[in-house]
Structure formats: structure tokens, C-alpha cells
């Protein structure tokens, strides 16, 4: 759903030839819809690195802080990143210093505002994953935005997976029941629930379940005056 917004809203901004920054690219499949654009990439795994260069990226280099310090942007994405990062207005504003004037920025991330990450705090699934160590929200945006320069343009609310109504209300139920009383959910799971190996994988009991069908990320649009 990020992927498909941004590309839509890139299109409508620079028809022609915009150059695309993607921090954390991975393979370039997303750089790789966007046509006729100047394709450049961040990206630490190499295997990864080699599929997006096979695909016409530019790969700049493993780490965001490694790249030329002079390179300028139309257009910055950073898809499922700022959550990997220590100090998150301390990205934005690095990301804002590579742009150029009038560029778009386009971050997503999880959002704290979620009712359903409001309602289970610290046991919500997004913030159990062990390499997420920063968590944002719309409203942080807005107050990043106006600390660092940025104009907001757009704030999307999304889901990771739009499911069917059973998986739906199976997650919901899941997670519900996991917030109330997770004795059940670990009982559960000794039982076979989830097909999880809990005998080799012991924390595996009180993981949170996940719940991709909730709408709990978000897509911001940032621009650079």
C-alpha cells in the first residue's frame, strides 16, 4: 500500500526524470516501478544490494551516513527504516539535508497513534520486534516537520495486509485475547496453536501475536520549501 502511494504521488510531482533516493531499497522492486526515473539505492545486505543493481539501481552504499555528502535528490523514501533508527528527528533531518529544494520526502513507519497499539502498549507486535528500537506517530511527524523545515503534505493511515474478514476478526480476537489474559495465548501455544516451536523457542510463549490486518502505519509526505 506505501509502495503503490508514494509511486502515485512521485508520478504526480515529477513526470519526468525526478532522481529517487530509496533508503533501505532492498531488492529495487519499488524504484523499479517507477519508470523513467534516476534510480539510486541504500541497501546493507549485499545479496540484496546485487538483485537492485541487476534491476538498473545505483547502489550508493550499505548505510545512509556513507554516501556523498554533495548528492542532492528530487525524491527520498525511506520505507520501514526510521524504526531501525537510534535517533529518529536526528534521520529526518539528515534526510532533509539530502533533499533538494521543493524534493519530496516519503517516510512509513507504525504509527503510536493506533487504537489497537494505544489499546496493548508494550505488548503490541510491531514494538516486540526485537530491531525496532524508535516509535513515531502522526502527531510526532507534525512536530518533526515543523522543527526540521519540512511542509507536511499528506499523512495516510494504512495496513500491512488488507486480509479477509475472517483473518480479520481471527487477528483481532487473537490479539484481544492476548491483551486480556496472555496465560491463554502461551497455553495455547504449548497446545500448537500458530505451528510455533515453543520447546526450542521458549520466548516464543509471550510473544505478542501479530496483527497485520489492523491499520496501524502510516505514510507521511514531506516537502522541502
Not at 547502489?59 to 551516513?65: N, Q, S
Not at 524504526?83 to 529518529?88: I, R
Not at 483481532?172 to 500448537?192: H, Q
Request: neutral net charge; glycine residues 8%; proline residues 4%.
Amino acid at each position: 500500500m506505501d509502495w503503490q502511494l508514494a509511486h502515485d504521488a512521485i508520478e504526480r510531482r515529477f513526470p519526468e526524470m525526478p532522481a529517487v533516493l530509496d533508503v533501505g531499497c532492498f531488492d529495487g522492486r519499488f524504484l523499479g516501478s517507477l519508470g523513467s526515473a534516476k534510480r539510486y539505492g541504500i541497501e546493507i545486505s549485499d545479496s540484496a544490494a546485487a538483485v537492485a543493481a541487476q534491476r538498473g539501481v545505483t547502489i550508493l552504499g550499505h548505510d545512509f551516513e556513507d554516501i556523498d555528502t554533495t548528492l542532492r535528490f528530487d525524491v527520498i523514501t525511506a520505507f520501514d527504516v526510521i524504526e531501525h533508527a537510534e535517533d529518529p528527528r536526528a534521520f529526518l533531518e539528515s534526510l532533509n539535508q539530502r533533499l533538494l529544494p521543493g524534493g519530496l520526502l516519503v517516510v512509513s513507519t507504525g504509527d503510536l497513534d493506533a487504537w489497537s497499539w494505544r489499546m496493548a502498549g508494550s505488548r503490541y507486535w510491531y514494538c516486540a520486534i526485537p530491531e525496532h528500537i524508535s516509535f513515531v506517530s502522526r502527531r510526532w511527524f507534525a512536530g518533526a516537520a515543523r522543527r526540521t523545515g519540512l511542509r507536511l503534505v499528506a499523512v495516510t493511515r494504512f495496513r500491512k495486509d488488507d486480509g479477509s474478514f475472517g483473518t480479520k476478526l481471527l487477528e483481532t480476537a487473537t490479539n484481544l485475547v492476548y491483551i486480556a489474559a496472555p496465560s491463554v495465548i502461551r497455553i495455547l501455544r504449548r497446545w500448537g496453536l500458530g505451528r510455533r516451536d515453543v520447546a526450542a523457542q521458549p520466548g516464543v510463549l509471550d510473544f505478542p501475536p501479530r496483527w497485520l490486518t489492523a491499520k496501524d502505519h502510516v505514510m507521511v509526505i514531506l516537502e522541502k520549501p
